[in-house]
């Protein structure tokens, strides 16, 4: 008898070209509180949960991890994105990855380290409508990636054994998830990690964006 996977998404840099959107906001929060931080420092944690995030990135820094600065930043951050919906737009593929696999009834769910504030851009850009999928954000789970939370919540709103899902992500934090949980990791490069970034971090297949994953679903075991 064959097992039937489903298919447990990330969104930001998975299935929504939103990673720089992200980026750019948290620089935003953080030149609000003085605290001067390259880019690219930004960009290396995108995917990590927000507390997390801005957590990690204070120890970096040695400055104070205070409960206060700490939503404050949140705070700002999520101003900040909302300032960036307009310029959010799915990933090449991805409407019509999601459509072809509700088509052949193959299920799946959505599993985002964004708390709703944000993520409801995102879901709006994607045309989910999270009434209808399951969507799981950070506001629904203790701890956030690179811990297994999320996909496991997500793999359980589908009474699905998380044994038999394919986590699809854009991040290392994704892919050590999924590893930590006995999930199948799938990488995409559309959030600007590198192959060897997730395959080190997980990942048994890499494929560029949701357009060529569609194309290439039989490997993972989609079946057309």
Same mark, same amino acid.
């Given at each position: 008898?064959?097992?039937?996977?489903?298919?447990?998404?990330?969104?930001?840099?998975?299935?929504?070209?939103?990673?720089?959107?992200?980026?750019?906001?948290?620089?935003?929060?953080?030149?609000?509180?003085?605290?001067?931080?390259?880019?690219?420092?930004?960009?290396?944690?995108?995917?990590?949960?927000?507390?997390?995030?801005?957590?990690?990135?204070?120890?970096?820094?040695?400055?104070?991890? %205070?409960?206060?600065?700490?939503?404050?930043? @949140?705070?700002?951050?999520?101003?900040?994105?909302?300032?960036?919906?307009?310029?959010?737009?799915?990933?090449?593929?991805?409407?019509?990855?999601?459509?072809?696999?509700?088509?052949? +009834?193959?299920?799946?769910?959505?599993?985002? %380290?964004?708390?709703?504030?944000?993520?409801?851009?995102?879901?709006?850009?994607? +045309?989910?409508?999270?009434?209808?999928?399951?969507?799981?954000?950070?506001?629904?789970?203790?701890?956030?990636?690179?811990?297994?939370?999320?996909?496991?919540?997500?793999?359980?709103?589908?009474?699905?054994?998380?044994?038999?899902?394919?986590? *699809?992500?854009?991040?290392?934090?994704?892919?050590?998830?999924?590893?930590?949980? @006995?999930?199948?990791?799938?990488?995409?490069?559309?959030?600007?990690?590198?192959?060897?970034?997730?395959?080190?971090?997980?990942?048994?297949?890499?494929?560029?964006?949701?357009?060529?994953?569609?194309?290439?679903?039989?490997? *993972?075991?989609?079946?057309?």
């Amino acid at each position: 008898m064959r097992i039937e996977p489903v298919f447990l998404f990330d969104l930001d840099g998975t299935l929504v070209d939103s990673v720089y959107q992200h980026v750019l906001s948290w620089k935003e929060a953080l030149d609000a509180e003085g605290i001067e931080l390259s880019v690219w420092r930004i960009h290396r944690k995108i995917g990590m949960s927000g507390g997390l995030f801005t957590n990690q990135l204070l120890r970096e820094t040695g400055l104070d991890i %205070s409960a206060e600065r700490v939503e404050r930043l @949140r705070r700002h951050h999520a101003e900040a994105y909302r300032r960036h919906a307009g310029t959010i737009r799915p990933l090449p593929g991805a409407r019509e990855l999601l459509s072809w696999l509700s088509e052949e +009834g193959i299920p799946w769910a959505i599993a985002t %380290s964004g708390r709703m504030e944000t993520a409801a851009v995102n879901l709006a850009a994607l +045309g989910v409508d999270p009434g209808r999928t399951p969507v799981v954000t950070r506001d629904q789970v203790k701890y956030a990636k690179p811990d297994p939370d999320l996909f496991l919540a997500a793999a359980g709103r589908l009474s699905a054994p998380i044994d038999t899902a394919v986590v *699809v992500g854009d991040s290392i934090w994704d892919m050590l998830a999924a590893a930590r949980c @006995r999930a199948l990791g799938v990488g995409l490069l559309c959030g600007g990690y590198g192959m060897e970034e997730l395959q080190q971090s997980g990942a048994l297949r890499v494929y560029d964006d949701p357009r060529d994953l569609l194309v290439h679903i039989v490997e *993972v075991g989609g079946r057309r």
